[in-house]
Structure formats: structure tokens, C-alpha cells
């Protein structure tokens, strides 16, 4: 990315940053690397994406193209879930997205904790209100409150340990869909299966048997040190 080359690349400030990054500017190439090394703690991530989300709202342009190269990763595992959901066309999904990823910029709260995460559920939440069949409110908004519901997660990060599973074949990705929007996301089981069109007691079972699968894993130790 052009942004990211040259001789004055777009970069954040290390020094005034702090968080054990350099003591100089960053460009976003390098900060991406940092972030994403095991060495970089959660802590780190969550302050500097705070730090990226003000700078998007506050310069646009530049820098809000820089916060979607930085959020590739996230926004790939979020398309590649979708497109096994919706039935749409990958360039549109893939504009859409990004215009929920841009928008989302805007409306997340710095105070929340985990401002990638949140970042996500706000942009797969918007793309599936727009898609719900007949009736988009009856996939009603995230609760991205903290206190008493803040997210929590088991071993690492929960999305990352159910797109391991599915890696693995523990489960199939329709199935780490599901435990996704009805458990870490709190959506009714019901009100799911009436956004799609699916029959509960279907899903039901279907969901109890990924479950299943995903306990005997963990407590095998084929998916322990791979959510981080």
C-alpha cells in the first residue's frame, strides 16, 4: 500500500504512544507486524486501535484507509464467514463490508473494551441487518455494553478458537457460525432461526453436536495454545 512506502509513510508516534512499542514513528507496515506477534499483548492492541480509531475520525482519508489495511486480517475471517452465509455476490459482499467496517469506525465507543472485537460484531452485524430476510429487526443490534455482560473469553480469543476449530474439521463453519451469533453474541436461538428461515429444533441439535465436538477437543488438547 502506497500509504504505508515512500519516504514519508504513514506512521504513528512510539515515543508518545508508550505501551513498549519503539521510542520513534512506526509506519503502519511495521505497527501491522508488531500487533499481530505473539509478543504484543492484548492491552497493547486494544490502546493502539484506540489510537487508530481517533485518527480515522479525526483525518479521514489517509488514515481511515490505513485502519482497514491494519483490520485486514479481522475483515477476511469476517468475510469468509459471511460468504458462507449470504447468499451474495463476493465483490458485493466485499463492498459492503468495508462500507460497514468504515461506518462501524464511527460508532464504537473508546471506553468499550476489545475495540477490534467490537469492531467486528458491529461490522457483521450491520451486513447481516441488511441481508435478513423480510425482516431486519428481527436481528436486533449488538449489546456492546461492558460491566456485568462485557465479552469474555475461554483459553484465547473465542473467534479465533472457533476458526481454529473449523481449521481442524472439529466443526464445519456453519455450525461455529451459530454458537458465534447465539452464544457470544446473546442473539436468541429462536430469533436467529427466524432471520433465516431455519427450523429450530433443527438447529438445536445441530448447534448441541458442535458443542459436543468442541468439549472433547478441548479436553483432548487438540485445540489448547491455538486461540491466541
Known sequence: ML???GRQPLA???AALGLGLPARPIPLD????LLLHPSCSR??????WRHLIEQARTHRDAWMVGAVA???PMLRRLLKTLTQTLPVEREELEAEVLACFMEALCRVELSWSHPV???SRLTQFAVLRAHAIDRPDLLPE????????ALRYPDGHADLLLERAVELGVITAQAAELISMTRLEAISLSTYCRARGLLYCTELKR???????LRQALLSGELSGNAE
Not at 511495521?30 to 507486524?33: D, F, H, P, S, T
Open 3 to 5: 500509504l504505508m512506502q
Open 12 to 14: 504513528v508516534d512510539g
Open 30 to 33: 511495521e505497527l501491522r507486524a
Open 43 to 48: 492491552a497493547t492492541r486494544d490502546e493502539v
Open 70 to 72: 491494519l483490520a485486514a
Open 117 to 119: 472485537l467490537r469492531l
Open 142 to 149: 449488538p449489546d456492546m455494553s461492558d460491566g456485568q455482560r
Open 207 to 213: 448447534r448441541q453436536r458442535a458443542e459436543a465436538r
